[in-house]
């Protein structure tokens, strides 16, 4: 698909537009959002910061998933808005077909077990993107790339009374005011605001490897607060994978080959030599509990038959085909490998890890795994665990990054923003990881949410805006 040649960088000379919505951030879920909106019938402004549009959805494996059913979201995402867990579901195979009515190509079969439990179709979604853009334009819409909201407009000083458009800042120099029935915030989480990652999280946020796209620094639940949203579940959890450490890069090329998807099969320890999760829970789950450990590293072992099945596999399409183990290590991450795991353990305790404690929790470990007792040293030893086995053994030094924060801003399922009282903020909606709760620490996936609620928000926020008394407001501003 080709890029509709409406699209622009900036309309030149212009500092004010009228819209009936306005779309904040052009990812999966801004893209969502704009289409269904236009479909609704709406003048829609769609604003991206950056100057190529599309987010870390753009940068992405493309593997349109979340929970198969209601009750496996609970089981998976306990913690998380059980009420957006059901809609979503709800809307998944729909959305799929719409997808595919775009003519976007999706899969013709879906993938089972993704991130242990989901099920999802590989997608072109830089193909879909694309046609969301087209498609804004083509009814009437505008696409403004490189241009940044700064601030939403409000009608009265007092927060939660209500929005009516926003302030934007364009690379190309100058301010733009854009009046509208509804604005719709889906700026892709706060990962790259380190303050506000060390203040929701605690201890080492801050320090994560940045595995996003750059423009993803909280605008959304900054500037929402501000206009009256109350607090989301899930602030303290977020989405990533292990890396190795240290790399020499990490451009967004690496991303996907660097992410060590496999270290659910291995045994994981921190710097002190000891376990602290039951890593079958996923690389995803493994990830953030690294952060909240002793220097935000740790070690992954393991033995000859996870390298050859685990860390070649392609856990799903569009991860490709590679050995993650040899990538990482000509990634500069710090590794050994050694015939008898005695001699690995020696190699590993001189990266300052206690040798004594290492081998005591790789021991317990292997005890676990094949007496089936559940656990080791406290810490659970699945009956999905395999004790490692087979020559050569390999240890490789990881540590966690961040791709997107599960936190944000509290919405319904109709994709209104709210207030501390659960009462929508008129005019504002979010789509997307700015959308808060959705994922709490278990993940339900980032693209196909993203669709879904971009789904909501821009259907809803159209319908508001096509009412008479916001129209008449807007005409009279
Ligand atoms: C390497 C990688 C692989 C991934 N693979 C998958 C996968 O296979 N399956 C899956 O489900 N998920 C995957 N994800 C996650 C998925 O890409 C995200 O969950 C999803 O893109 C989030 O959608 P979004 O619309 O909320 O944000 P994004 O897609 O990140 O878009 C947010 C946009 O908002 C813009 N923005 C921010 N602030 C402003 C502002 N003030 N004004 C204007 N614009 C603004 C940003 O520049 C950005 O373009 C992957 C992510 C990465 C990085």
Redesign the pocket.
């Known amino acids: 698909m080709t890029e509709p040649a409406t699209t622009s960088a900036a309309p030149a000379a212009q500092d004010h537009l009228n819209a009936d919505v306005v779309v ?8 969502a959002a704009a289409l269904h909106a236009a479909r609704e019938g709406a003048r829609v402004v769609l ?4 100057a190529d ?13 979340t929970a198969p059913n209601a009750e496996a979201y609970n089981r998976r995402i306990p913690l998380g808005q059980s009420d957006h867990g059901s809609a979503l579901v709800d809307d998944y195979e729909d959305s799929v077909g719409e997808l595919r009515e775009m003519g976007v190509r999706v899969s013709q079969e879906p993938t089972w077990d993704i991130m242990t439990f989901g099920i ?1 179709y590989s997608t072109d979604i830089q193909g879909f993107l694309e046609h969301a853009r087209a498609e804004v334009v083509a009814h009437g819409g505008e696409v403004l790339t490189g ?4 601030e939403l407009h409000q009608y009265s000083a007092v927060p939660g009374q209500g929005v009516t458009g926003v302030t ?1 800042s364009r690379s190309s120099g100058g301010l733009l005011d854009i009046v509208a029935g509804a604005v719709v915030m ?4 706060f990962q790259g605001d380190p303050e506000a990652l060390s203040r929701y999280m605690g201890p080492n946020a801050d320090r994560l490897l940045f ?7 909280g ?2 639940l900054r ?1 929402g607060r501000a206009a009256g949203a109350g607090s989301s579940k899930g602030m303290s959890t977020f ?1 990533g994978h292990l890396l190795p450490r240290p790399v020499d890069q990490f451009t ?1 090329e690496e ?2 080959p660097y ?1 060590q998807y496999y270290s659910g099969h291995t045994v994981l320890v921190n710097m002190h030599g000891e376990r602290f999760a039951d890593e079958t829970l996923g690389d995803e789950l493994l990830n953030q509990d690294l952060t909240f450990q002793p220097g935000a590293r740790g070690v992954l072992i393991f033995d000859d038959h996870v390298h050859r099945t685990e860390a070649m596999r392609e856990s ?1 399409p ?1 991860l490709g085909l590679i050995d993650r183990f040899d990538t990482a290590v000509r990634a500069g991450g710090k590794h050994h490998s050694a015939a008898t795991l005695e001699e690995l353990v020696d190699q590993v305790a001189a990266w300052g890890i206690d040798r004594a404690n290492l081998w005591a929790t790789v021991d317990a470990y292997i005890t676990a795994a094949e007496d089936g007792s559940g656990s080791a040293h406290g810490i659970a030893v699945s009956s999905a665990a395999r004790a490692p086995q087979t020559s050569p053994f390999h240890a490789l030094m990881v540590q966690p990054s961040i ?2 924060t599960f936190g944000g801003l509290p919405t319904s399922t109709c994709g209104e923003v709210l207030d501390y009282d659960g009462r929508p903020v008129p005019g504002l909606f979010a ?4 959308v808060g709760g959705v994922s709490n620490y278990g993940y339900a ?6 669709y879904i609620t ?1 789904r909501w928000a821009g259907r809803s926020a159209a319908q508001l805006a096509a009412s008479s008394q916001t129209r008449e407001q807007r005409s009279n501003a």
């Open positions: 904040v951030g052009s990812g999966v879920s801004g893209s604003v991206e910061k950056s549009p599309g987010g870390s959805a753009a940068l992405s494996a493309g593997m349109f998933w999802g241009t940044s909201v700064i934007a889906a700026t892709g989480g595995r996003s796209n750059p423009g993803s620094v605008d959304g500037l989405y967004t991303f996907l992410s799903f569009g791709t997107f789509a997307g990881a700015d996936g980032g693209l196909a949410p993203g971009g």
